[in-house]
């Protein structure tokens, strides 16, 4: 095995980026207890990042050769931009901080990262679709490094239920960027002594893509919605809804049609999902667009709308086994583990009226003794073991209102704003399509629950009441646009106020 690494006048630098739980300072302290053992001098160090992925820690390794060990070497704490041999990296965003650091150079550094995403607070905060941008991280990875070597290290160590430092560790040994023999590695795992079995497996998965790539993914066929599960009744109403879309749409909607059909009736039931086509129907039957995305939008931000999440379906998504089970997943937990569960909940007396019977919510609504009541009683924060019955029967009892999710007061107004959004809509089709296009992309600014949702409806009002202000002009629909782009731009809407006062000038 033939290193990439340099001559013996200096040490092989290697800097490892890695979040908390991932096994960073595992990984490099594998590496050193390997070249210690072959003889060589090594020193690991650490600069620890920010907790909940705002930032990782940053392990920095060097190794000296046997043959310089009588020079007293001095070893350095921390890796210098443009003198780094092998940059890893446990997730794609870290390879491109280490990019941004100048730790990866064209002429020095072999590469190894994760493909995949852990989303970073950052991220996450934003109002819109805050995910960086995968794709370009990858061409500047393949741009500043002498070599760079990606796979899904995370799932290479969770299907061989370990953790993705002994993938990593295995992809490294695959890179042949060290001088050690793969069996000097997987002994350094052995005298670990813990999980050896399983990252061994994990091990192999990685070196094993570095040595042999993978071929190319075989494009996979779509699957139609399948009729399972429920009364006959329910199974022949659903198939008469896939008849339906088959039938009296576009195909090109039909993929999205369907998508929407499948979470209508995880939401509520298929009477819910024929009320969307529904709706979808009314827009579709008046659609001239090419391509028909008009009917496709509709299909896609209607079946968000009418899939708002309340208090029954949050209730509903934390007691499912299916979610208890991802959980348990996450953590490699085994028959043996016991996992608890605690969900932070500030239940507000907004959600607790919302989730009376229309008439009963906008009496308790309008008293204010007994918003006051309610307010002493529910509205302080809480934490919720939904992993011990006590915690998790009351949200269970929560989830079992589905049934009745219509007769709400939370309902009443959901789709009381639905309608005046899609009467928006309806009016410009046929006058202004693009405009109407954009209107219906506007539903992206509502989501979530409680405080969130608020902003969010706030948001929506504002860039479609802008809409009067627009009429007639051919730029109408880039303007609303733009600020739905304003409006997804930040949280506190500051942006977005100073479109509206650039739109009010017009």
């Known amino acids: 095995m033939t290193p990439d690494v340099q001559g013996i006048d200096r040490p092989i630098t290697i800097a490892i980026m890695a979040m908390g739980g991932q096994g960073g300072g595992v990984l490099a302290d594998w590496i050193v207890d390997m070249a210690e053992h072959g003889g060589w001098v090594a020193q690991t160090t650490s600069v620890p990042g920010v907790a909940q992925r705002t930032g990782a820690t940053i392990y920095y390794v060097e190794l000296i050769r046997p043959e310089q060990r009588n020079s007293r070497p001095v070893l350095s704490l921390m890796p210098v931009p443009g003198d780094v041999d092998i940059v890893i990296a446990s997730e794609l965003m870290e390879a491109g901080r280490a990019i941004q650091r100048g730790l990866v150079t064209p002429d020095k ?30 061409a500047s990875a393949e741009e500043a490094a002498r070599r760079f070597i990606h796979a899904d290290m995370q799932a290479m160590a969770e299907g061989q239920g370990s953790v993705i430092s002994a993938s990593l560790f295995g992809a490294l040994a695959g890179s042949g960027t060290l001088p050690f023999a793969r069996e000097a590695f997987e002994e350094t795992i052995r005298a670990s002594g813990v999980g050896v079995n399983a990252s061994l497996l994990a091990f192999g998965s990685g070196f094993a893509t570095v040595q042999t790539p993978a071929p190319p993914a075989a494009a996979v066929a779509v699957i139609p919605a399948a009729v399972q599960g429920g009364t006959p009744r329910e199974q022949a109403e659903l198939a008469r809804a896939l008849h339906l879309v088959a039938a009296e749409f ?25 009320a969307y086509l529904d709706r979808v129907a009314a827009l579709a039957a008046r659609d001239a667009t090419a391509g028909h995305i008009l009917t496709i939008e ?6 968000v709308a009418l899939s708002y999440d309340d208090v029954i379906r949050v209730a509903d998504l934390k007691t499912r086994g299916s979610r208890f089970a991802r959980v348990r997943g996450e953590v490699l937990a085994t028959v043996d583990h016991v996992v608890e569960t605690t969900e932070f909940m500030h239940p507000r007396v907004q959600e607790i009226c919302a989730t009376l019977p ?44 589905k049934p009745w999710r219509r007769r709400l007061l939370r309902h009443e107004r959901e789709m009381a704003h639905v309608e005046a959004w899609l009467d928006l809509v309806s009016a410009q089709i046929g006058r202004d399509d693009r405009l109407a296009v954009e209107l219906l992309k506007c539903r992206r600014l509502v989501k979530g629950y409680s405080d969130t949702h608020a902003r969010g409806a706030s948001k929506f009002d504002r860039v479609t009441g802008a809409a009067a202000l627009l009429a007639g002009r051919a730029d109408a629909a880039d303007w609303i646009r733009r600020l739905r782009d304003a409006a997804l731009a930040d949280e506190d809407g500051t942006m977005l106020d100073g479109a509206l006062r650039t739109v009010a000038t017009l």
């Open 109 to 138: 550094t072999t590469l190894i990262a994760s493909s995949h995403r852990s989303l970073a607070v950052t991220e996450k905060a934003k109002p819109g679709d805050g995910r960086a941008d995968s794709a370009a991280v990858l």
């Open 250 to 274: 576009a195909p090109e909607a039909g993929e999205m049609l369907r998508a929407g059909l499948r979470r209508m009736v995880d939401y509520q039931d298929v009477a819910y999902a024929h």
């Open 298 to 303: 509709a299909a896609r931000q209607i079946a």
């Open 358 to 401: 229309a008439r009963l919510g906008r009496a308790v609504e309008g008293s204010a003794v007994m918003t006051g009541l309610l307010r002493r009683v529910f509205e302080h924060s809480r934490r919720v073991r939904t992993t011990s019955l006590r915690g998790f029967l009351p949200l269970y009892l929560l989830a079992g209102l």
